[in-house]
């Protein structure tokens, strides 16, 4: 039957229009309904406006295909006809469901590849008095001044931040761009700033120009600009004058206070200014991968400054932290207990000399946190240091580490989000971000987080190797997670090294473990290469070999006693029951672990408390005590923390567990992580076997 002479309304009901856009609409109402409740909780609100988009603009696409292929119905309206009708309008209706649901899929992944490629999605509002300081050029003939150019942005950018009304992007997220690029505009996007601020520094002798001019990125005009002429004697002083330009321009509110913070010079001393920005290359250059040859090239360098000029408050603050922070991560061969007690001194020391200075409440809270493990008075510090500075990200940061110590896992996302919104495109920070999800199994959004690191930074081996463990331990596949750790870098090898040992593959990964330089920057803390090499033949079974490297590793591992302090002594006598067991002293091994397990239990950190617990569980498997293992292992896969360190899937890939794995108190716990079985195991696990490996792998 023909349309004509009929009404619109008339027509559209003849083509059954009606049937099937009405369940559409349901449709994409309750998917939009659920993105916009559902998505911003897990990190994805950037995904919301794109979905909408993608599902609105798919209604004329129903229409016309509803349009064209439902055959009009005829005038006699049988029965017939309708339930043909029906079932057609039914399928129509199903394939638009299809493709609504498709059509999310693609908006969901083209939202997720932007936000890893860091290209904004949706523009928000951006405050106009925002701003982000791009690495400013060398213009020098020597390009070793690369220290003082870089110095030179980071003090402008560090005067910024001390100014309340202004948003700074922290150092880390401008330091991939180039120092005058093209398209200030994307750059703008990605870093949600109004304007960016460009510069350039040429040194040359005793002399000193440096030139910068601030730009707005919506019209790529410059709203100020100046050269400073300076010597290297008299340019003290110079970031201070920038920052009060720069507030004036961008019409920033100042407190008296912080005028008063503007005109304040850390230093007048040539040589001191000088030894200070080398030693802040080095100490920016430790912070992505936690690369203590780069802390222990700092310390001595922000020493000399300190020698030069006693009264210099941020680079006693500045050496406070990178002696904690070197302490924190096993002292690259230097004494803990006394880079932690220097710590506390040098921190003290910037408080006395400048008592409104955040770098000095800061390096007092890592002193409490690193040093001390006393999270309340830590949490006080950085509040104090948020007070004087409320934009810093390196105190949000620092405020999500001990909430994370503190089982606040909720609170240190919600932290570690707050500081990459003043610190976008810092990939340790987003790193640190994949690695707290981790800790909760949020796998999904740690990958997420994950890759965006890598995606900032190739050479963020820290991320890799989480990526990695990341694979593992949400589906058990090695081949994947083998595939995810390449490279040279020794933290890269050793995570391989580890995945080798889950496929059983022990003399490839003796082989592989080998070529890594034995250094205390590549093995730190307790658990050396001599350790993991005999843990390497004792899996093999080759006790002639094993026996003597224990005997090397034991009088090492038993010297950390004398430096370390707090959980970190559980590690350590973690390593000393190691070699005990794994030399034949089964009392002395067992009394070993007794006194870790101690540490352990006192312990308030619920980050390593599972980490350090399921390590030792696996010493008492090595030495075929199930009644000790597995309670310690439930207790460890029970504990929230434990994500990020190991996995329920792990049960079935780990060879630790070989020696207790048919005891029925072990396969009651397999029974009861039965939904995390991995889809392929490596090899058929023996009947009866008599080695597991130790920890530290």
């Known amino acids: 039957m023909a349309d004509e002479g009929l009404s619109w309304l008339d027509r559209l009901k003849r083509h059954y229009i009606g049937r099937v856009v009405i369940p559409y609409a349901v449709v994409i109402g309750f998917v939009m309904q659920l993105a916009a409740r559902v998505f911003p909780y897990f990190g994805w609100s950037w995904a919301v406006p794109v979905l909408v988009i993608v599902l609105v603009a798919s209604l004329p696409v129903v229409l016309v295909l509803t349009w064209l292929l439902a055959r009009p119905r005829d005038a006699s309206g049988s029965s017939a006809w309708q339930h043909q009708h029906r079932k057609l309008g039914t399928s129509i209706s199903v394939v638009v469901v299809i493709l609504a649901a498709v059509s999310g899929f693609f908006a969901f992944r083209f939202s997720v590849l932007h936000a890893q490629s860091g290209e904004p999605v949706a523009t928000a509002q951006v405050a106009s008095k925002s701003i982000a300081v791009l690495p400013f050029e060398n213009l020098s003939a020597d390009k070793n001044n690369e220290y003082f150019v870089a110095g030179m942005q980071d003090l402008i950018l560090t005067k910024l931040a001390d100014i309340e009304d202004l948003k700074v992007i922290a150092r880390t997220s401008t330091a991939e761009y180039a120092s005058h690029p093209e398209n200030l505009t994307q750059i703008g996007q990605q870093l949600g700033v109004a304007t960016i601020l460009e510069g350039s520094v040429q040194k040359a002798g005793n002399q000193v120009l440096i030139n910068v001019q601030l730009i707005d990125v919506k019209t790529d005009e410059h709203i100020w600009a100046q050269a400073y002429t ?143 493990g006393d999270y309340d008075a830590a949490l006080k510090y950085f509040a104090a240091a948020l007070k004087l500075k409320p934009n810093d990200a390196d105190a949000l940061e620092a405020q999500g580490y001990v909430q994370r110590r503190q089982g606040r896992f909720d609170d240190a996302i919600a932290s570690l989000q707050q500081a990459l919104a003043l610190d976008p495109r810092n990939s340790a920070l987003t790193f640190d971000l994949g690695e707290t999800y981790m800790m909760v199994n949020r796998y999904a959004d740690a990958e997420n987080a994950l890759q965006r690191a890598l995606a900032l930074d190739p050479n963020n081996s820290n991320a890799e190797t989480r990526y990695s463990n990341a694979i593992l331990f949400s589906t058990g596949d090695i081949p994947d997670a083998l595939a995810a750790a390449q490279g040279d870098d020794p933290a890269l090898k050793r995570q391989r090294v580890t995945l080798l040992i889950y496929q059983r593959k022990y003399r490839e990964a003796l082989t592989l473990l080998d070529s890594i330089p034995d250094t205390p920057d590549n093995f730190r803390r307790g658990n050396g290469k001599t350790q993991q090499q005999a843990d390497l033949y004792w899996l093999m079974g080759d006790m002639a070999h094993a026996r003597p490297l224990y005997a090397q590793a034991l009088p090492i591992a038993r010297a950390q006693l004398a430096v370390q302090q707090g959980i970190t002594l559980a590690l350590v006598w973690n390593a000393i029951a190691d070699d005990e067991l794994g030399f034949g002293h089964s009392a002395e091994g067992l009394e070993a672990l007794a006194r870790s397990q101690a540490i352990i239990n006192k312990s308030v950190d619920q980050s390593y408390r599972p980490v350090y617990t399921e390590s030792n569980a696996t010493l008492y498997a090595q030495a075929h005590r199930a009644d000790l293992a597995v309670p310690l292992l439930a207790k460890a896969l029970a504990s929230p923390g434990i994500g990020d360190a190991y996995s329920p899937v792990m049960l079935w890939l780990d060879p630790a567990w070989d020696p207790i794995r048919h005891d029925p108190r072990f396969q009651a716990l397999l029974q009861q992580y039965a939904k995390y079985k991995p889809a392929a195991i490596p090899v058929t696990v023996p009947v009866a076997s008599t080695v597991g490996a130790a920890p530290g792998f």
């Open 230 to 372: 300076r010597t290297l004697d008299n340019v003290f002083g110079v970031e201070g004058e920038v920052a009060d330009k720069i507030a004036t321009a961008l019409n920033a509110k100042l407190s008296p206070a912080e005028t008063a913070t503007l005109a304040t010079v850390p230093t007048k001393n040539r040589e001191a200014y000088d030894l200070f920005l080398r030693a802040e290359y080095q100490a920016n250059k430790a912070n992505i991968n936690y690369d203590t040859a780069s802390m222990k090239a700092a310390i001595p360098l922000y020493r000399q400054t300190v020698e030069q000029d006693p009264s210099f408050a941020l680079a006693w603050a500045r050496l406070s932290v990178i002696e904690s922070e070197l302490a924190w991560f096993g002292g690259g061969g230097l004494d803990v207990k006394q880079l932690n007690r220097q710590a506390r001194a040098d921190a003290e020391r910037a408080l006395q000399l400048q008592s409104d200075l955040a770098a000095a409440q800061l390096a007092l809270g890592y002193n409490e946190y690193w040093g001390r």
